[in-house]
Each structure stands twice: as C-alpha cells, then as structure tokens.
C-alpha cells in the first residue's frame, strides 16, 4: 500500500500573487530555478551547481534554501564551488519556516531534485516533490529512490548524477519553457488528489478498517 507523506494544501497551491510578492521582495527576474531542502552531498546540490556552470551563458537566478541548522563542511564546500564557479551573483538565499515554503515555491520556474544514492541513503519520499507539485510547478529530478514515482509522469528525469543532462534540460526550459509540454492547473490537481494529507489520511483510514483497526 502505496501511502504518501501529504502535505497540506493550505500552504502548497497555485498563487500568482504569492509569485509575484517573492519575485518583488528579492528582485528575481527571469527564469529562476529552485533548489529546497537540506545541503547534503545525497541532496546532490554539487551536481546542480556543476550543472548550471555549463550554462553560465543564458540569464537564470537559483533559489537555494540556507538551512543553518546544517552548518557543516559540505555547506562550506558548496559555497566555495558556487564562488570558484563564478555563479555567487547568481544565488540567492533564503531561510523560510515551513508555512512560508509555499510562496518561495510559487516564486520560481522549476524545481531540481537531483537526489543522489549512496551506500547507506536512498530517496524515500521526497517531500519537496510533492509540495512544488501542489504548487503546479515543473520538478526535474534524478531517477533516484521514490522521486519517479511521485513525479509519475509529470515532470522531467535525469540519470543520478549526469551533470551534462541536468544542463541540457535546464537549458532546453530556459529557452523555451514549453520544450517539455506540462500543464501546471493538471500537475496541482494531481498532487493534490493523490499526494496531498487528504489522500494520506484517505489511505490510512482504509488500511484501519480493512485490518479491523476501526
């Protein structure tokens, strides 16, 4: 039984006004890209900084989560890579409590998730999935643990660590956005039909009274 991690539709919903409030308050233009969640080397942040260093050329912004309470060497390397990369007037950082991830989500033009295994992690879920599916927006990600099921269909994959894919779909989109034809109105009321807690509790609530729990 297949039971997601809903997230609340209260906070993760289409909202052009929330969009254009972020886009406002930190002077994002353009095509922005979205990178949520923790700076881990399974996170595979390096591999989406790598990626967007081939594509230095075209005119994009990278929304990045700070997360402070994940200070360590990793976030320090990443830091030095985004400056080595030449790209640190291209980021930009931010540290949102949970009910304002909404809005932040709202704010850009594709989510990336490229999520990498490793000998003691894989993917479980992949929360953010969800939320930036509920939000209508684009989620490209590698093909890695649960994240092709969540997306199902509705968004873009990549191999784990294929830094010269990752470019060339970001490359595509910042082009032309409709390179991959996706309909963000479809894409949200899918996540919230089956990924959001309604379905969660939907599901639970079935599993209870099939085992007698109820």
């Known amino acids: 039984r297949k039971i997601p991690l809903g997230f609340d539709p209260k906070y993760f ?3 052009q006004i929330e969009r254009k409030a972020v886009r ?11 990178f949520f969640g923790r700076i881990t080397y399974e996170k595979g942040i390096h591999i989406l900084i790598d990626a967007l260093k081939m594509i ?6 990278l929304l990045i989560d ?14 030095n890579q985004i400056v080595n990369s030449g790209l640190i ?3 930009v950082s931010i540290n949102p409590k949970h009910d304002e991830m909404g809005s932040f989500i709202n704010s850009v033009d594709v989510v990336v998730m490229p999520s990498i295994s490793t000998s003691s992690w894989v993917e479980q879920y992949g929360r953010i999935a969800a939320e930036s599916m509920g939000c209508g927006k684009l989620v490209v990600a590698s093909i890695s643990g649960a994240l092709p ?8 994959l990549f191999e784990e660590g294929n830094v010269e894919g990752l470019s060339k779909i970001l490359e595509k989109l910042i082009i032309n956005k409709q390179t991959y034809k996706y309909n ?16 969660q509790m939907k599901e639970m609530l079935s599993l209870f009274k099939e085992t007698g729990a109820l």
């Open 24 to 34: 406002s308050k930190l002077g994002l233009d353009g095509f922005v890209i979205g």
């Open 149 to 156: 099921m969540l997306l199902n269909g509705r968004g873009i």
């Open 13 to 15: 919903n289409i909202n």
């Open 184 to 199: 963000e109105q479809e894409i949200s009321e899918y996540a919230h039909l089956e990924l959001s807690i309604n379905k």
């Open 66 to 79: 700070e997360f402070d309470i994940y200070k360590s060497k990793f976030q320090e390397n990443i830091h």
């Open 89 to 91: 007037n291209r980021v």
């Open 56 to 61: 230095k050329n075209y005119k994009w912004t």
